[in-house]
């Protein structure tokens, strides 16, 4: 049985020449984070909001184990909420913020689950709170409000918690650490959850799987490995990092490129489009098989762990990922080989 089913839901906000989600369906498995991933207006906290109850479809069906709570209000669905600005009550200390959520359990089933007050503790010491249980939400930093939201928020052992954008307002160190805290207290409460976010990389180090939307649609969803190595789409293979995208003529498991020759998954006949990781072509100095092809270096950019170069090939330019020890110059004469196969698009 899964937790969550949203089947074909749409929304049209009054005047919109188009739909703000347009028949977005999915299944959340019990126990599973999942997220919403897209760029800044394509449908995904109107999305959640519906799954919330906050907003209703004009088309499709929601539906929470089994029982369909499409037109529930939001208070009897038994999901949690937890919003970019926090929405902590200004007048209730950090204590008194989570207990308020303590005594709002609303089914019977999250009343009685008295272990879960000792799981409380537990989660204000995780979430290193236990000092500021006097404090008032103005006497906070940012992040730490953050936790008490997400305290308050586990508090009411909800069925389904639903994060809208919840590390955005923290700073980058932060919030990696907050967002590894938080999926790992969701996995040992068993928390099912879906996170809504822009961010590519907290998309994929938070979710279990996930949906990546564009316009108001669903264009793929899947694990994190999934949608990030095995793009269905353009949209899919450019909104999740870099990718080269390339023309050719498919044989099966092969098809003739720009680059030459190159392996193609999954197997396909005719014209294709294909997507290449940056990381998945590779340079050298010398020309190592038949295949590299003479390119030249025509910009360089440091990143930490690893090189971007952007090259040159008959005429194109790719993007390549090296390690750091593959040190080129701008000008410099190289070859490019391709280490992986490159991945079949659906053309739209
Ligand atoms: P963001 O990351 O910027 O919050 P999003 O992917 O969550 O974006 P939504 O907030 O769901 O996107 O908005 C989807 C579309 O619906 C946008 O075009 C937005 O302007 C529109 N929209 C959202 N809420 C309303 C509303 N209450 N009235 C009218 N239009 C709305």
Not at 207 to 230: F, K, S
Not at 278 to 301: C, D, F, M, N, Y
Request: proline letters at 6%; charged letters at 25%; aromatic letters at 8%.
């Amino acid at each position: 049985m899964e937790l969550l089913e949203v089947i074909d839901i749409t929304k049209w906000f009054p005047g919109a020449d188009h739909p703000a989600v347009d028949g977005v369906s999915f299944r959340v498995e019990p126990g599973e984070i999942f997220g919403l991933l897209g760029p800044s207006g394509c449908g995904k906290t109107t999305t959640l909001r519906m799954i919330a109850g906050f907003e209703k479809p004009d088309v499709g069906r929601v539906f929470l184990k089994e029982v369909d709570i499409t037109y529930w209000v939001p208070e009897k669905r038994g999901t949690g909420f937890i919003f970019q600005d926090y929405a902590l009550f200004p007048h209730l200390t950090v204590e008194k913020n989570i207990e308020f959520a303590l005594k709002a359990r609303t089914t019977p089933k999250q009343r009685s689950d008295i272990t879960e007050l000792q799981k409380l503790l537990e989660l204000l010491e995780l979430l290193e709170l236990t000092g500021l249980s006097k404090r008032f939400p103005h006497e906070l930093s940012g992040g730490q409000q953050q936790r008490v939201a997400i305290a308050r928020a586990l508090a009411a052992k909800p069925a389904l918690l639903l994060m809208d954008e919840p590390f955005s307002n923290l700073d980058a160190s932060l919030r990696e650490t907050t967002r590894r805290e938080i999926r790992s207290i969701l996995k040992k409460a068993n928390i099912n959850a879906i996170l809504v976010t822009h961010d590519q990389e907290e998309a994929l180090s938070f979710c279990d799987r996930l949906a990546v939307m564009n316009r108001g649609r669903v264009e793929q969803i899947g694990t994190p490995e999934e949608v990030y190595l095995l793009p269905q789409t353009p949209f899919t293979a450019q909104f999740l990092g870099r990718s080269n995208m390339l023309k050719g003529t498919a044989h099966g498991e092969s098809a003739d490129t720009e680059l030459g020759p190159i392996a193609i998954t999954p197997p396909q006949m005719g014209d294709v489009l294909l997507s290449l990781r940056p990381e998945h072509l590779i340079l050298g100095a010398e020309r190592k098989s038949p295949q590299e092809l003479e390119s030249v270096v025509i910009s360089k950019e440091f990143r930490g762990h690893d090189l971007t170069y952007r090259i040159r090939c008959n005429d194109r330019m790719y993007l390549v990922h090296t390690e750091y020890k593959h040190n080129f110059e701008v000008g410099q004469r190289v070859f490019v080989g391709v280490r992986e196969p490159g991945v079949v698009l659906e053309y739209r």
